[in-house]
Each structure stands twice: as structure tokens, then as C-alpha cells.
């Protein structure tokens, strides 16, 4: 996430970065169509794509406003932008075909990983016949396709066996049941405990927010107790229960997870969730 500082403004987010780089990116809002179409006005035809996570999820899971990406789709398509969706994370873990068969807005190019092969070093592009012959594995493709991993056999067979246990449907309906279990238990918990919460998250994704709601934008983000939030997960993982340490991580439910783990996590996140509180009282 950007500092306040580097909203709107030259934010490299890491040593390291060339210059020409940063000074060839330009920074959006998420959920905000016109901060978007304005920067495509002020810069006219040098934007050459619009890359962005479907659900915003290196964030506490932020989704889509209605209209929010198929307005992306139209400025793109005025423009003459590519559309690009970073699926890594939202790919297979929310649908065989993606968050965009969820959402019905196709991108033009589509990054994934992580999820497709369960795990296993497997990645993936995928897009529009025009753009993808690009690649040198065609007799005139003139960029440059290559990788330590491309046609490693043991990835490629986890990748179909996922496909394959994932094409019935039962696997996702399953997570998404657990994963509303997760969110609502976790909404109970602050009510009792009477600390302001909102529980992001879609499907087998959530995170429990110390804050009023709503959760849909950057400064609602910025809303959160972070204190509370580092102690909240610190007394988690005393407890068993590992969830990343860090400002806003979000979790994830998998395939192997059942409803006794959840109900587990759930009593493990009440005891740690007041054990936070009381901790910060006292500080």
C-alpha cells in the first residue's frame, strides 16, 4: 500500500527501482473510475495498460464497486489501453475462470499463478489471440517468452489435477460455505467484545478490521487500529492460529480446511481478540 504521502504522486514502494520506471507508472485510485479517467485524459495516448487485481487483495481483500470494472473495460476500450488483470491470487481460488467470470468484464491479458497448480511453481498469461502470437514461440512473435520453469512436467501435471478436482464446482462451494462461516463468526466476535469491526473479504478470503465501516476505498484502510491489529494476530499465533503479522495481511480458507477448523479459529480469535484488548488497556 502507498504512504498518504505517495497518493497521487511518484511512489517507487522499494529501493531499487529505475527511475525511467517509476517515472513511466502512474498510480490510480481502486474503486474510483474518475480518478482514472482523469489520469487518462491528462496523459492522453501514453498509457499503454491498465493493470489491476480484480479484487483488490494486497489490501484487507477490497472489492470491486458495481461498475467499477466494467468502467475500467469502457475507458480502455476508448482509449486504446490493454486491460490487464492481475489474477495471481484472485485466479482459480475464486472460480475455474477467474474473478472476471465472476465479474463478466474480460481483460485483455490475464497474469495467474499460485492457485492453478495448488501450489506448485506454475504460472500463467493468457489473453486475446492478437496479443498472445506476439510471443516468439510463433515464427514472428517479436517479445521475448521464456522461463526456468516453462514445461516443468511435475507443475504442469498439478496444474491439471487441480483443474480437474476443481471443474465439479463442489470445491469452491465448499470454501465460499466456510469462508462465510469465517467472516460472520469473526463479525459475532467484535460485537461481543464490543470493539468496532468490519470483516472484509470474499469467499475463502477474509480479515477482521478494527474500524467503522465501509471498507471499499484507500482511506477507508487507513481507518484501521493498527495497534490492535498487530497485538489481535500476535496473540492468534500464541494460540496456534497463524495469521501474518502484518498491518491489514489478509487470510485465506483452502481446500483441506473443514468446519471444525473454522470453529476452532473462531474460539482461538474471541480468546485473542480480548486478550488484545486487555493488553492494550493496560499499556
Same mark, same amino acid.
Request: charged share 25%; aromatic share 6%.
Given at each position: ?29 481502486? @474503486?474510483?473510475? #474518475? ?6 485524459? !491528462? ?12 479484487? $483488490? ?7 470491486? &464497486? ?7 473495460? /469502457? ?45 506448485? =511453481? ?5 489473453? &486475446? ?12 512473435? #517479436? ?8 514445461? @516443468?512436467?511435475?507443475?504442469? /501435471? $498439478?496444474?491439471?489435477?487441480?483443474? /480437474? ?26 460485537? &461481543?467484545?464490543?470493539? =468496532? ?27 484501521? #487500529? ?12 500464541? !494460540? ?5 503479522? /502484518? ?11 473443514? $468446519? ?24
Amino acid at each position: 500500500m502507498s504512504r498518504p504521502e505517495g497518493v497521487g504522486a511518484r511512489d517507487p514502494h522499494s529501493a531499487g527501482m529505475l527511475e525511467a520506471a517509476i517515472d513511466a507508472t502512474l498510480v490510480c485510485r481502486y @474503486n474510483d473510475l #474518475d480518478d482514472v479517467r482523469a489520469t487518462l485524459e !491528462r496523459h492522453a495516448e501514453d498509457v499503454a495498460a491498465i493493470i489491476v487485481e480484480p479484487v $483488490a487483495h494486497n489490501s484487507p481483500g477490497l472489492l470491486p &464497486r458495481p461498475g467499477f470494472l466494467e468502467g475500467l473495460r /469502457e475507458l480502455c476500450d476508448a482509449s486504446g489501453a490493454l486491460l490487464i488483470f492481475d489474477e495471481v491470487i484472485t485466479g482459480f481460488r475464486h472460480d475455474l475462470g477467474g474473478f472476471q467470470k465472476l465479474a463478466g468484464v474480460l481483460p485483455d491479458l490475464t497474469t495467474m499463478g499460485k492457485a492453478i497448480a495448488n501450489g506448485f =511453481p506454475l504460472a500463467a498469461i493468457g489473453g &486475446r489471440r492478437e496479443h498472445l502470437e506476439r510471443f516468439n514461440t510463433t515464427a514472428d512473435g #517479436d517479445v521475448h517468452f521464456g522461463g526456468t520453469y516453462n514445461g @516443468n512436467a511435475a507443475a504442469v /501435471e $498439478a496444474g491439471l489435477a487441480t483443474i /480437474e478436482e476443481l471443474e465439479g464446482g463442489e470445491v469452491h462451494e465448499r470454501v465460499f460455505a466456510l469462508g462465510e462461516r469465517m467472516r460472520s463468526g469473526l463479525a459475532e466476535i467484535a460485537t &461481543r467484545v464490543g470493539v =468496532p469491526a468490519v470483516v472484509g473479504g470474499f469467499g475463502s478470503l477474509f480479515v477482521l478490521c478494527f474500524m467503522d465501516g465501509p471498507l471499499e476505498t484507500y482511506e477507508d484502510v487507513l481507518r484501521n #487500529d493498527d495497534a490492535l491489529f498487530g497485538r489481535y494476530r500476535r496473540e492468534l499465533i500464541k !494460540r496456534g492460529m497463524f495469521e501474518m503479522p /502484518e498491518s491489514l495481511g489478509r487470510s485465506h480458507i483452502g481446500a483441506s480446511h473443514t $468446519a471444525d477448523d473454522i470453529d476452532r479459529s473462531l474460539e482461538a480469535a474471541e480468546e485473542a481478540l480480548r486478550a488484545a484488548v486487555d493488553a492494550l488497556a493496560r499499556a
